[in-house]
Each structure stands twice: as structure tokens, then as C-alpha cells.
DNA sequence: AAGCAGAGCAACCGCGACCCG
DNA sequence: ACGGGTCGCGGTTGCTCTGCT
């Protein structure tokens, strides 16, 4: 039963159902009719409440804005950690990991993982479902996310984070980036080439880069950051993290956009 | 100050699953 | 068993805002 935008008369026009942006008014109207009537039957809600909008439409309007439990806005860090894990896990299962997170919507998460998470692998030109780039999630981005919720909490991580998130994998390439993950790899880079050369190295398979290159833009992304002193002041770095993880993900970036030349 | 590009997000669309007569 | 109606999910689109030149 699709909807269809024939031109027509004023008075078809008021009759038409309408699409696009909801306005307060089709909110109020939408929110009060549910709070009385209950979810229901979206077809019938669309109907009976006066709005001239379809069931789904009613229904998205109301899962995404208008109910009452819905949380809007800056995503935690512990929220980013726990969409990373649970995306591992089931892929793009939206409204599945939309349950773990109480207040958060499908859309909402979708949205975030396609514009933070998504968007930065294909700048980089590296696909969100290899090997590399689930890695570098559960190796450095995730680890990040735990420093960072540790920092805010005072040393103790009260995140309710899947155990697996992170597991010791002894002799793979990648632990010594992971071992690194509550001091060292996050200080090093900006006072020593050869730690950056290093680090550097450890994502890269052990292929020589320009270490100088790393470790300049590495310095000039700190600088501009400033995300030492974040990491040294939890109140700050909290908000710097919640904000946008990928503004603090400079390193990843070097990592990553020296991988392409390979 | 104006134009442009990119980011973020709300909303729509198509399809499959489910329910009920 | 079947068909129509409805719901829910994931993908996509397009509008708005913001920052840069």
C-alpha cells in the first residue's frame, strides 16, 4: 500500500500522506495517541490518530524520537566499545545490538557505525570486514576505549565488556601493539622515531616505512590534538573521546595509510 | 561574506518474516 | 495450505549543518 504524490487539488493534497520531516505538530499528535492507546497497530495508529502519514513512517518516527526511553546524542565510549564487540560478533544485526544498549536505536547505531566506522575504513581503502581492519578495532581501537573508561573511572573499568573482546593472543604479530596498550604505545610515538618506526612496524608486518614520516605526522597529529595531555587529564579526554573517536584515532590513520602502499 | 564539500542524521524504501482469516 | 495485511530489519537517500577556502 504504497503512498503516491499525484498532484491534485487542495483539498487531495490535504488528503495525500504525507513524507518527509515530521513537524511538532504530527509529533504531538503521534506521541499523545500512543501514550493513550499504546504501540499497537501501527497501520491503525497512522489512521486513527489523524496523521496523514503511513504506519511505518509512524512507527520509525516513534521507535527513533519520540519514546520516552529513547537517549539521543554522544555515543559513550562505553557504548562505541560495546557496538565494536557486539558488530564483531553478529555483523550488521542493528537492532540486535540495538538491545544491549538501552536508549539506543538501530538507526542510531547503524548511523554511527556507517559514518564513524565505515566511512574511516573506506578512506582508507581497507574493507570493514578483513582481517586487518577487525584487528586494528579489537587491538587498538577497543583497547583505547578501555583506557579511556578506565581513566574516567579512576583506574577501575566498570564497563560491561564482553570478556572476549580482547583475548591474549601470544604469537601473533599483533601483541606486542596490544601489550602496549595502557601506556607505552600512546606516549612513545610522540618522543621517540625509532618506537614509532617500531609500532609502525607491527601493523605493517614488519615491512620497512618511512619511519621519519610517521613519526612527523604522528608528532603533528599530537600537536594539533593535543591528546597527551587529554590522556593525563580523564575529565578531558573523556569528553575528547565521546565526542569522536576517530579525531583521537590519528595513529590508526599512520598505520593504516602506510599499509596501502604495500 | 559567499560558495563549496563533507559529515551527520532523519526518514524512506524494499524485502522477508510473521500473523491471521 | 494459501493469500493478504502488517511488522521489523537493513540498506539507501537526501536534507541540514558545519567547517574550510
Given at each position: 500500500?504504497d ?5 491534485g487539488?487542495?483539498?487531495?493534497v490535504?488528503m495525500?500522506?504525507?513524507?518527509g ?7 504531538l499528535l ?6 493513550v ?16 502519514r503511513?504506519?511505518k513512517?509512524c512507527?520509525?518516527?516513534w521507535?527513533?524520537?519520540?519514546r ?20 564483531s560478533?553478529?555483523?550488521n544485526r ?8 538501552p536508549g ?6 547503524k548511523?554511527y557505525?556507517r559514518?564513524?566506522v565505515q566511512?574511516h575504513?573506506?578512506?582508507l581503502?581497507?574493507?570493514?570486514n ?7 578495532v579489537k587491538?587498538?581501537?577497543m583497547?583505547?576505549l ?11 573499568c566498570?564497563?560491561s565488556?564482553?570478556q572476549t ?8 604479530r ?9 601506556k607505552?604505545?600512546?606516549v ?22 618511512d619511519?621519519?614520516?610517521f ?6 597529529e ?6 597527551i ?8 579526554c ?6 569522536d ?5 590519528w ?10 602502499g604495500?
Amino acid at each position: 500500500m504504497d503512498f503516491d504524490a499525484r498532484a491534485g487539488s487542495n483539498s487531495d493534497v490535504e488528503m495525500e500522506l504525507r513524507k518527509g520531516p515530521w513537524t511538532v505538530e504530527e509529533d504531538l499528535l503521534l506521541a499523545n495517541y500512543v501514550s493513550v492507546h499504546g504501540e499497537g497497530r501501527w497501520d491503525s495508529v497512522a489512521k486513527c490518530s489523524g496523521l496523514r502519514r503511513t504506519g511505518k513512517s509512524c512507527r520509525l518516527r516513534w521507535l527513533n524520537y519520540l519514546r520516552p526511553d529513547v537517549r539521543r546524542g554522544n555515543i559513550t565510549p562505553e557504548e562505541q566499545l560495546l557496538i565494536l564487540e557486539l558488530h564483531s560478533r553478529w555483523g550488521n544485526r542493528w537492532s540486535k545490538i540495538a538491545q544491549l544498549l538501552p536508549g539506543r536505536t538501530d538507526n542510531e547505531i547503524k548511523n554511527y557505525w556507517r559514518t564513524r566506522v565505515q566511512k574511516h575504513a573506506k578512506q582508507l581503502r581497507c574493507d570493514v570486514n578483513s582481517k586487518r581492519f577487525k584487528d586494528m578495532v579489537k587491538y587498538m581501537w577497543m583497547p583505547r576505549l578501555v583506557e579511556r573508561i578506565q581513566a574516567a573511572s579512576g583506574g577501575r573499568c566498570e564497563a560491561s565488556v564482553p570478556q572476549t573482546a580482547w583475548p591474549a593472543e601470544e604469537g601473533t604479530r599483533l601483541v606486542p601493539v596490544a601489550d602496549t596498550t595502557s601506556k607505552s604505545n600512546t606516549v612513545n610515538l610522540s618522543s621517540e622515531s625509532s618506537d614509532a618506526a617500531s609500532a609502525s612496524n607491527y601493523f605493517t608486518g614488519g615491512v620497512e616505512v618511512d619511519a621519519a614520516w610517521f613519526r612527523d605526522t604522528a608528532a603533528a597529529e599530537l600537536s594539533e590534538e593535543g591528546w597527551i595531555e587529554s590522556l593525563r587529564s580523564p575529565g578531558i579526554c573523556d569528553n575528547f573521546w565521546s565526542q569522536d573517536l576517530e579525531q583521537s584515532g590519528w595513529e590508526e590513520c599512520c598505520l593504516w595509510n602506510m599499509e596501502q602502499g604495500l
